[in-house]
Every structure is written in C-alpha cells, then in structure tokens.
C-alpha cells in the first residue's frame, strides 16, 4: 500500500484536532495516524469502503482461473 504523506498525521494531532483527520479524508479518502512515527490506523471514507469490500467480477474470474490451473489434477479426479 502505497502512503501519501499529505495524509499522515500523528496520533496526538489526531486526538487533538478529530476534525483536521476528517478534513484529510475529505481531501484524500483516507489518512494514515501515526503512533511512534509508525503508521497506525487508517481511516477510511465510508463509501470508499464499501466499494472496497466487494471483489470486482473480473478479479474473482481470475482467482477462479488460478485456483483450477493450480488444482487440476484434484479437479479431474473429482470429476470421475
């Protein structure tokens, strides 16, 4: 996962200030809290999220696919 760092905001800041990490989000759909200069927790955009929770059609075909070139073998037994 790649961070922008416009978005990081350390956890003291973000307890702080809640609506600078809301702004962010707003900005950017998500920011990242830092907890020791490391991060922490991201927040996400609520829609982002759910869009984010369903696999996309083309991405299930080819888990699919791998799953039947990886798995041939006990496919075709099965098949008997």
Do not use: C, W
């Not at 350390?10 to 830092?34: M, P, R, Y």
């Not at 490391?38 to 369903?54: G, M």
Request: glycine share 2%; proline share 1%.
């Amino acid at each position: 996962m790649t961070i922008d760092t416009a978005t990081m905001i350390s956890i003291t800041e973000a307890n702080q200030n809640f609506s600078k990490v809301a702004k962010l989000v707003d900005e950017h759909g998500t920011a990242v809290i830092l907890k020791n200069n490391v991060p922490r927790y991201l927040v996400i955009d609520f829609s982002k999220a759910e869009k984010e929770k369903t696999a996309s059609t083309e991405d299930m075909l080819a888990i699919s696919e791998r799953l039947i070139r990886q798995n041939r073998e006990a496919y075709e037994v099965l098949a008997k």
